[in-house]
């Protein structure tokens, strides 16, 4: 059975971290974009921090493009980088809107310090009729440089024949 690796990235990093695993695990994939487009431009990052913020503090829910249909899978890697210590909003909307009861569900996160910043659990309390694993976070920066350090390591550690 095959797994599911479904991500978030506005820079690469994420993109990056979930192309691993799914060479790793023989994964589909699937990127989650919204409907209107992030300020991707490396020289409006501060534009995009504060509006990211705004979105967080005003509990704004971002419209999704186009959902990945999930039912045959059972296993969906959700992939995001850390902003404003949390995951962002679109990821939110992604879990308000598919259906995930049921299946076993693995974080991973890109950050540049605040590791998982408590989302592994906040994604176990949201998603109570799924079975969240441990999660793997990695610095963005570490994911650019090519250094994928313990991927391979984690996956194997998880109790899943991939
Ligand atoms: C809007 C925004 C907020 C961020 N907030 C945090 C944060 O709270 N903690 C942290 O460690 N990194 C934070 N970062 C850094 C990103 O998590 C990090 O650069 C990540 O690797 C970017 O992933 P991407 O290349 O897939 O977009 C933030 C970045 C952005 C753009």
Redesign the pocket.
């Given at each position: 059975m095959k797994s599911l690796v479904i991500y978030f990235?506005?820079?690469?990093?994420?993109?990056e971290f979930a192309k691993e695993i799914s060479e790793v695990v023989d994964g589909d994939l699937f990127r989650i974009e919204p409907k209107i487009p992030y300020d991707d431009d490396t020289n409006h990052?501060e534009e995009?921090?504060e509006y990211?913020k705004k979105e967080r503090d005003r509990k704004i829910l971002p419209e999704i493009k186009e959902y990945p249909d999930v039912s045959s899978y059972d296993v969906i890697f959700i992939g995001y980088?850390?902003?404003?210590?949390t995951y962002p909003q679109i990821i939110r909307t992604f879990i308000h809107n598919v259906d995930l009861k049921g299946k076993t569900i693995i974080p991973f996160n890109?950050?540049?310090?605040?590791g998982d910043?408590g989302t592994y659990k906040e994604l176990q309390d949201e998603l109570k009729d799924s079975k969240v694993l441990m999660g793997l976070p990695i610095?963005?920066e570490n994911?650019k440089y090519n250094q994928k350090g313990n991927i391979k390591e984690w996956l194997d550690s998880l109790p899943i024949n991939f």
């Open positions: 990235s506005c820079y690469g990093s994420t993109e990052y995009l921090t990211a980088p850390m902003w404003w210590y890109t950050h540049e310090g605040s910043g610095r963005g994911m």
